[in-house]
C-alpha cells in the first residue's frame, strides 16, 4: 500500500480540477510559492488553510489527512434521527416527498432481490420442493 502525503491528495485534487498552481492559490487567496511548499511538503498546513483548502476542493479534512472516512448510520425513516442532516441530488435538496419515494423504491427493488434469488434456489430444487 502506497503511502500519498497530503501535499501530494491537494496537488492530485488540484490537477483533477485542471487547476494551475497559480490560479489555485489565487482562488485561496494565498501565495503560489505556499502552494508550492504545501504540496512538496516543505511546509505544514495551518489549520486554517487546511479547512479552506478542503472546502475549496469539496473533501472533507480528514480526507486530505488521509483518515479513513468513517460511516454515519442513520435511519432515513426516522424524522427525528434525520434532522441536522440535508440529502441532497444534483445539489438539490430532497423534499420530505422525494426522501419517502426513494425508500420505497430501495424498499421494493429489495423485495424483487429476494424474490429472484428464491426463484432461483427452487429452480434448482427437484420437483419444485
Known amino acids: 500500500m502506497e ?23 489565487k482562488e485561496l487567496g494565498i501565495a503560489k510559492s505556499t502552494v508550492w511548499a504545501y504540496e512538496d511538503g516543505k511546509k505544514l498546513l495551518t489549520v486554517p488553510h487546511l479547512i479552506r483548502i478542503a472546502e475549496f476542493l469539496g473533501v472533507s479534512a480528514d480526507s486530505l489527512l488521509g483518515r479513513s472516512a468513517h460511516h454515519i448510520e442513520c435511519d432515513l ?14 445539489d438539490h435538496p ?5 426522501v419517502a419515494d426513494m425508500i420505497s423504491y430501495i424498499q421494493v427493488k429489495r423485495r424483487m432481490g429476494k424474490q429472484r434469488e428464491l426463484a432461483k434456489t427452487e429452480q434448482g430444487t427437484p420437483f419444485g420442493n
Do not use: H, P
Open 94 to 98: 430532497l423534499n420530505e416527498e422525494e
Open 3 to 25: 503511502i500519498v502525503s497530503i501535499g501530494e491528495r491537494i496537488r492530485i485534487l488540484r490537477e483533477q480540477r485542471n487547476l494551475s498552481d497559480g490560479e489555485f492559490a
Open 77 to 90: 425513516q426516522n424524522k427525528q434521527g434525520m434532522s441536522g442532516y440535508k440529502l441532497t441530488v444534483d
